[in-house]
């Protein structure tokens, strides 16, 4: 059965960091595509970074060059470094497998002061 378990959310300041994990159950981590997606109240959920199983990284404009997306396929984890938040960064944040409906439960990121 495959499963995915977000943790790492929580509130911080405006500025703050925090790092985001995803570990993956019941599927062949090293052989696919992940990505983090993220949905504010009322708005659509979002791609924010994906990283393809040779590690190729991508963002949305919005975060670059702060949230950083990697990988240990030996703990089958994806995981998301996010610097210098912002107020708009406020989101339950999910991990997906690229190409299959799987979805973690999200975890909640607020950053407000």
């Known amino acids: 059965q495959v499963q995915l378990v977000e943790s790492g959310g929580g509130l911080v300041q405006p500025g703050g960091s925090l790092r985001l994990s995803c570990a993956a159950h019941?599927?062949?981590?090293?052989?696919?595509?992940m990505a983090w997606y993220r949905q504010a109240p009322g708005k659509e959920r979002e791609l924010v970074a994906t990283i393809t199983n040779g590690a190729t990284t991508k963002y949305v404009d919005s975060v670059k060059g702060r949230f950083t997306i990697s990988r240990d396929n030996a703990k089958n984890t994806v995981y998301m470094q996010m610097n210098s938040l912002k107020s708009e960064d406020t989101a339950v944040y999910y991990c997906?497998?690229?190409?299959?409906?799987?979805w973690g439960q999200g975890t909640q990121v607020t950053v407000s002061s």
């Open positions: 019941g599927i062949i981590f090293s052989f696919y595509d």
């Open positions: 997906h497998i690229e190409g299959l409906s799987y």
